[in-house]
């Protein structure tokens, strides 16, 4: 009987999840391979994050990319917390992801909202703050 308490419990903890990736555009990939990885400014800005093995600038250069508008909304997850929504972004379940565009699945550099507006970014180690939807708009 606890155990059907607790998933009723969590159940009601889940919350919809607002991811954000860099996308870049068949023109963008097209000049990059003409011109190299740095001929795009959205693709340096997410390498740049990707090498920050030890997530001391990430939050910063997320939040930097947040305001040139490098990011696009491309889904929403239901979970009950950042790891789930990583897991679920990564390995489902399908039916917890509602697809607004093409995506890949979470990594280093994408943008986590939950519904209360706090941003995180996916870092090498875990997630790392950034700042309220409130600060942002």
């Known amino acids: ?3 059907n308490i607790h998933i009723l419990n969590n159940k009601e903890h889940k919350m ?3 991811i954000y990736q860099i996308q870049l555009s068949d023109a963008q990939v097209d000049l990059i391979n003409a011109e190299g990885h740095h001929a795009v400014p959205s693709h340096i800005a997410k390498m740049d994050m990707s090498m920050d093995f030890r997530g001391e600038k990430i939050a910063d250069q997320a939040s930097a990319a947040w305001d040139k508008g490098y990011y696009t909304h491309v889904c929403n997850i239901t979970a009950e917390n950042l790891n789930q929504v990583f897991e679920v972004g990564n390995i489902g379940p399908e039916e917890n992801i509602e697809r607004l565009t093409k995506m890949h699945s979470i990594s280093v550099a994408d943008v986590i909202i939950n519904e209360d507006g706090e ?3 996916v870092s090498s180690m875990g997630f ?8 942002a708009a």
């Open 128 to 135: 790392k703050v950034f700042g309220t939807m409130k600060e």
């Open 16 to 18: 919809k999840y607002s």
């Open 119 to 121: 941003m995180v970014v």
């Open 1 to 3: 009987m606890m155990y």
